[in-house]
């Protein structure tokens, strides 16, 4: 059935029905109905009407060198921040999430945003551990006045909910979460709310990791990174220029490592919405290795079957 629609997307029933047998044409007929309850597929009545949906253009192209940067901070971390949002300018990277594993104070968050304010980075995320020190009406007075900040994530707090929305463009957020995130080792799991459902991430996936690509990270010991969570390291921050280190092949080899070239997951029907992971692998010694924590198996497991598992 693919291969019927593989050379132009248009499949000509009468003309298929005239090469058929009776029997093949029952078949065919189950597998159309199946396509169009599932809304895969549509009629059209003419050539004309068809040519109204051309085919969608795949390319998947981005104004810099790098298109954003994961910055990992605990109470151990000997961070310049000034000096890593400097470079990020230098390489054109516009977007930084910030994770703090360590309480971290509003006076050293106001410091934050008034050096990110200054900048050229458009857009923060933050990770902040919820704590005695922190207030609830200090969080929502900085989201309010740096419109930079596109969400905060408070976690380690007492419940679930959404403590602040702007409302504006999906963006402006504070969301708090009970789960403790205090570590980069979280990283990598799978679940059906984490797919991506739109054209730029579909596109992107095509031809490059939909984790890695165009991701460069400073780890918590200042230790540059494609991941934190990874071991492999570039050098320190403080030794190494950015520039150098993107350049460095072993750095950029994991960006083109597409769903279609990871075991498993090129056999996937989530593979171009789905985000990968290469730091929790089956096989540490195999680069194109499944992703660790992923319980999706799309031999033997259905969507429905797996969304029913993950409640
Ligand atoms: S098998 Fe691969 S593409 Fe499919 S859900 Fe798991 S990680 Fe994603």
């Not at 050096?115 to 900085?142: R, Y």
């Not at 702007?166 to 679940?191: A, D, K, S, V």
């Amino acid at each position: 059935m693919a291969k019927l629609f593989s050379t132009n997307n248009l499949l000509d029933i009468q003309h298929l029905k005239s090469e058929l047998d009776l029997l093949d044409i029952d078949i065919l007929k189950d597998y159309i109905d199946f396509l169009i309850n599932e809304e895969l597929a549509f009629y059209v009545n003419s050539i004309e009407e068809y040519k109204m949906f051309p085919k969608l253009n795949l390319e998947w192209e981005y104004p810099a060198i790098v298109s954003n940067m994961i910055i990992d901070i605990d109470k151990d971390s000997n961070h310049n921040l000034e000096s890593i949002i400097k470079c990020c300018e230098n390489i054109n990277c516009r977007h930084i999430q910030i994770r703090f594993f360590n309480e971290t104070l509003f006076s050293d968050l106001q410091i934050l945003l008034k050096t990110i304010n200054e900048s050229n980075v458009i857009c923060v995320e933050l990770f902040i551990p919820a704590h005695a020190k922190l207030c609830n009406k200090d969080l929502i007075s900085l989201i309010k006045k740096n419109k930079k900040i596109s969400n905060i994530l408070l976690y380690n707090y007492c419940k679930d909910m959404v403590l602040f929305n702007q409302g504006e463009y999906g963006t402006g957020t504070i969301l708090c979460t009970r789960q403790n995130l205090n570590t980069e080792l979280l990283c990598g799991n799978f679940h059906f709310n984490y797919f991506v459902v739109n054209i730029d991430f579909f596109s992107e996936s095509q031809k490059y990791n939909t984790c890695l690509n165009r991701k460069i990270c400073i780890d918590k010991k200042g230790f540059i990174k494609n991941c934190p969570s990874m071991r492999e390291n570039f050098g320190k921050f403080t030794e190494v220029n950015l520039k150098l280190a993107i350049e460095n092949p072993q750095f950029i080899k994991y960006w083109h490592i597409n769903k279609d070239n990871i075991n498993k997951c090129c056999d996937c029907e989530f593979r171009y919405i789905c985000i990968d992971c290469r730091a929790y692998t089956e096989n540490i010694e195999d680069i194109h290795s499944a992703p660790l924590k992923c319980g999706y198996n799309p031999y033997t497991l259905s969507w429905s079957n797996w969304s029913d598992a993950q409640g």
